[in-house]
C-alpha cells in the first residue's frame, strides 16, 4: 500500500492534535508523586484502597513547607488549610 500526500497530510494534523491535548492536559508541568523510599507508603495506602483524600493527610506530615519547602510559586500555600495534592500531582 503506497500513502498518498493527503493520507501524511491527514496523519500529521491527527498527530498535531494528539500533542496539543497532552500538553494542555497538565501532566506534563506538574511533577507526578515519586516512587522511592520516601513515598512508598503512600502508594501503600492506595494499594490498600484508602482515598486520595485520605492520602493527601499524609502528604502535609512530610510537606509541611518548613522542613520541606514548596517552590515559592506553588500554587496552595501550607497554611491554606487542606490540600489536594492529589489533583495536580499524580500517583502512578
Ligand atoms: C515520609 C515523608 C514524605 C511523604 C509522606 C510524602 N513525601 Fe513527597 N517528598 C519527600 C521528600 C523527602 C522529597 C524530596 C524533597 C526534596 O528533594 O527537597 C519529596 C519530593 C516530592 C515531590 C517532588 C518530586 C520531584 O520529582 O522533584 C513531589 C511532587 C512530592 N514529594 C509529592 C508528594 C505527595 C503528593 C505526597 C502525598 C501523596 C507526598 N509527597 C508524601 C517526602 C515525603
Ligand atoms: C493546584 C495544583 C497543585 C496542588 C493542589 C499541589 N501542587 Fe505541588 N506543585 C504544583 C505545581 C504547578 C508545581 C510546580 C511544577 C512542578 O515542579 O511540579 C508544584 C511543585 C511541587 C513540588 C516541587 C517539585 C520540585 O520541582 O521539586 C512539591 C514537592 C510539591 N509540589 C508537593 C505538593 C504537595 C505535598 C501538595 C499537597 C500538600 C501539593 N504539591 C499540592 C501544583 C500543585
Same mark, same amino acid.
Given at each position: 500500500m503506497k500513502l498518498r500526500k493527503g493520507d501524511i497530510i491527514f496523519i500529521v494534523i491527527v498527530v498535531a492534535i494528539f500533542l496539543v491535548f497532552y500538553l494542555i492536559s497538565g501532566d506534563v508541568k506538574?511533577?507526578?508523586v515519586p516512587r522511592n523510599a520516601q513515598h512508598q507508603q503512600v502508594y501503600d495506602m492506595l494499594a490498600a484502597g484508602k482515598s486520595k483524600s485520605d492520602i493527601d493527610l499524609v *502528604?502535609?506530615? =512530610? +510537606?509541611?513547607?518548613?522542613n520541606i519547602k514548596f517552590p515559592p510559586d506553588h500554587p496552595v500555600k501550607p497554611t491554606?488549610?487542606?490540600?489536594? *495534592?492529589?489533583? =495536580? +500531582?499524580?500517583m502512578s
Open positions: 506538574t511533577k507526578a *502528604c502535609v506530615t =512530610c +510537606h509541611d513547607g518548613v491554606g488549610g487542606k490540600m489536594s *495534592c492529589h489533583l =495536580c +500531582h499524580r
